[in-house]
């Protein structure tokens, strides 16, 4: 069945690049997403790539799609403390349908 | 300014009780969803509503109930609550021919 993977938790020092991973098993997704979800607040929406793009840059954040390994990543260029929040892979696996990943949860060391 | 908003924020009450949580969007869109994030912060749809019709019905117990009185409205309604169905429930709307939904800010229920 449709699935979607992702480590729970990531931590990294306040100015290295955060790099979080997420893998999926339908290969007809047209649309894949990254999701924030900061402390008390709802799902906001930070990128999503098209399934014929490799590679996504927007600003700090770096989408790379592996559609043959169906595997996604999200890249964060220095990390700041502000980025502290759980992210979420999602895929569309049909018009109306959305699966989110468990959700990755990026903590910021000093 | 709001654009999907979710009442209440936080729900507490006891085991065998009637509730309803609220969503409205005023987006104007035409698609309207209900998802339920467990403990480990998975998000799992429950329903969708498409200009009044259900579109997808996930296997939920059947006393959980989806009513949309009009377009920019879908309530969720929980009948006889049990300690299980704690947890953060999201309102989203999607509009067609588009594929990016946008989410309320979540409804906390807790069942004691």
């Known amino acids: 069945g449709e699935d979607v993977e992702q480590s729970l938790f990531l931590s990294v020092r306040e100015g290295d690049s955060s790099v979080i991973n997420c893998t999926y098993t339908?290969?007809?997704?047209?649309?894949l997403y990254w999701y924030k979800q900061e402390p008390g607040a709802g799902l906001q929406l930070l990128t999503y790539?098209?399934?014929?793009?490799d590679m996504k840059q927007d600003q700090r954040l770096t989408v790379l799609l592996n559609k043959k390994d169906k595997h996604l990543s999200l890249r964060i260029a220095d990390t700041q403390t502000g980025d502290s929040a759980i992210y979420f892979c999602a895929e569309i696996s049909s018009a109306s349908k959305i699966i989110f990943g468990s959700g990755t949860r990026l903590s910021i060391r000093p | 300014d709001t654009a999907v908003s979710q009442t209440p924020k936080y729900l507490v009450t006891q085991m065998g009780n009637d509730k309803s949580i609220k969503c409205e969007q005023n987006?104007?869109?035409?698609?309207m969803y209900w998802y339920k994030q467990d403990s480990k912060k998975f998000l799992k749809i429950m329903f969708s509503?498409?200009?009044?019709?259900?579109?997808i019905n996930e296997t939920v117990p059947n006393r959980f109930s989806p009513k949309s009185p009009d377009k920019a409205h879908l309530n969720l309604h929980i009948n006889s609550l049990e300690l299980g169905d704690s947890a953060v429930y999201f309102c989203?709307?999607?509009?067609?021919?588009?594929?990016?939904?946008?989410f309320g800010p979540g409804t906390r229920l807790t069942v004691l």
């Open positions: 989203a709307s999607r509009p067609d021919g588009d594929n990016e939904q946008f």
């Open positions: 790539i098209f399934s014929n793009m």
């Open positions: 987006l104007g869109h035409d698609t």
């Open positions: 509503y498409n200009n009044k019709e259900l579109i």
């Open positions: 339908d290969s007809s997704s047209t649309y």
